[in-house]
């Protein structure tokens, strides 16, 4: 009889404890679930609507893509070129600029700053070497929309009238 009690007690040891590894597995996968990857991560910030940082942070990520965004213009540079407060990204205008300091809304499409691609795309494009060395490979916006805070917009055609959202669009 004590030697089946024995083994009735090593059953339960051994049982218990292949419970608790399994609780231990079990929590170990809800905690390897809980994380996401570093490609879902980059998934949802595509889907998100971005920060400045994180396009001056990944342009290729958001290379192609729509987004709008609020800060302060913080530099004013020749041909349509300006650069937001927010991690001094890059910012460039069909025609017309903001002031400095002023709080714009920016709308356009995400580029990775290449002078002759944007040459090719823009018919209104004017290559600048300072911003060509300083911008190269990192994001530009090309603005469809520039809103300051009292409701001016910024981007207008040649008659002066407020070009219509997609007026950054490639030629065709």
Same mark, same amino acid.
């Given at each position: 009889?004590?030697?089946?009690?024995?083994?009735?007690?090593? +059953?339960?040891?051994?049982? #218990?404890?292949?419970?608790?590894? @399994?609780?231990?597995?079990? *929590?170990?996968?809800?905690? *390897?679930?809980? !994380?996401?990857?570093?490609?879902?991560?980059?998934?949802?910030? =595509?889907?998100?609507?971005?920060?400045?940082?994180?396009?001056?942070?990944?342009? *290729?990520?958001?290379?192609? %893509?729509? $987004?709008?965004?609020?800060?302060?213009?913080?530099?004013?540079?020749?041909?349509?070129?300006?650069?937001? /407060?927010?991690?001094?990204?890059?910012?460039?205008?069909?025609?017309? %600029?903001?002031?400095?300091?002023?709080?714009?809304?920016?709308?356009?499409? $995400?580029?990775?700053? !290449? #002078?002759?691609?944007?040459?090719? =795309?823009?018919?209104?494009?004017?290559?600048?070497?300072?911003?060509? =060395?300083?911008?190269?490979? =990192? *994001? $530009? &916006? +090309?603005?469809?929309? &520039?809103?300051?805070? /009292?409701?001016? %917009?910024? +981007?207008?055609? @040649?008659?002066? #009238?407020?070009?219509?959202?997609? !007026?950054?669009?490639? @030629? @065709?």
């Amino acid at each position: 009889m004590k030697g089946s009690v024995n083994v009735a007690m090593a +059953v339960l040891l051994v049982g #218990a404890g292949v419970a608790c590894t @399994r609780d231990d597995r079990a *929590a170990n996968d809800r905690t *390897a679930m809980a !994380s996401p990857s570093p490609t879902a991560d980059m998934d949802e910030k =595509r889907d998100a609507t971005p920060s400045a940082g994180d396009i001056a942070d990944h342009p *290729a990520v958001y290379n192609g %893509q729509q $987004v709008t965004l609020k800060s302060d213009v913080k530099k004013l540079m020749p041909n349509g070129f300006f650069t937001l /407060d927010d991690n001094d990204l890059l910012v460039l205008s069909p025609s017309g %600029q903001p002031i400095e300091d002023e709080e714009v809304t920016v709308h356009g499409t $995400v580029h990775t700053y !290449s #002078a002759p691609e944007l040459e090719s =795309r823009y018919a209104w494009f004017k290559s600048d070497a300072s911003v060509d =060395r300083e911008y190269k490979d =990192r *994001a $530009v &916006i +090309v603005a469809d929309s &520039i809103l300051t805070a /009292d409701g001016r %917009q910024v +981007v207008t055609d @040649r008659s002066g #009238a407020d070009l219509p959202a997609g !007026s950054g669009e490639p @030629r @065709r």
